[in-house]
């Protein structure tokens, strides 16, 4: 199993550009997750999903968006791109049965 | 205003040290989860506490969560470079499904 995985690993975005983050997992996991991660912040939740169809607002979804049709894709839209968006953000996934929570490798967002 | 509470922020030790590291809340958690997180990569479930007073061990990492699970401590012993990196505390609120993190203690072992 190849996990979570994220692309890209990298990305520089001007002001006012969109981009879409792409997540998938092989692990056949309800749950999904999208943080965002701060220098001293900790983790934030942006969105999550408890299933296909399913997508609700974390603590900080203001200028993002996401969609869930497979269980196995969860993508995190940015419209309109802001400096406030530069940070690392993370993908995340677990079963229904555990605590645990899965990561990808996370994508380093720079807004310029 | 973080829901729980992660001391110290920093901590920097030479190998053979050891160390704690203390993750505290005002609320009560069913369980609380210890991740490590190195440097360009995402974080990576140690353990996972859930009785109240109980000790679990992996190795030299020692972790335990208070009897009334509002706070839990992760102890290293003899402490080796590769234990460095970013040590996270979790707990997950009203409904399990979704986690609060704590800010992390970055954790720096000096050969």
């Known amino acids: 199993n190849a996990g979570v995985t994220q692309t890209p690993k990298f990305r520089i975005l001007k002001i006012g550009q969109s981009m879409t983050l792409q997540c998938a997992q092989d692990m056949n996991h309800n749950y999904m997750y999208w943080y965002r991660q701060d220098p001293g912040m900790g983790l934030k939740l942006i969105y999550y999903?408890?299933?296909?169809?399913?997508?609700d607002k974390g603590e900080v979804p203001n200028g993002y968006n996401v969609s869930r049709s497979t269980t196995e894709d969860f993508p995190l839209r940015l419209e309109l791109a802001a400096p406030s968006q530069t940070s690392v953000y993370f993908c995340a996934s677990k079963t229904g049965a555990k605590y645990e929570q899965y990561f990808g490798p996370g994508t380093r967002l720079t807004v310029t | 205003t973080q829901l729980l509470e992660q001391s110290p922020q920093f901590l920097s030790i030479q190998e053979g040290e050891n160390l704690t590291v203390y993750c505290n809340s005002s609320s009560v958690f069913s369980s609380l989860q210890w991740y490590r997180q190195e440097p360009g990569e995402g974080p990576v479930l140690l353990v996972t506490?859930?009785?109240?007073?109980e000790v679990k061990k992996l190795k030299r990492l020692t972790f335990q969560f208070g009897d009334a699970r509002k706070d839990s401590s992760l102890h290293i012993t003899a402490a080796q470079p590769g234990d460095t990196g970013l040590y996270l505390c979790?707990?997950?609120?009203?409904?399990?499904?979704?986690?609060?993190f704590g800010a992390g203690t970055t954790v720096t072992v000096r050969a």
């Open positions: 999903s408890v299933g296909a169809g399913i997508t």
């Open positions: 979790a707990g997950p609120k009203t409904n399990d499904y979704k986690l609060s």
């Open positions: 506490v859930v009785t109240g007073g």
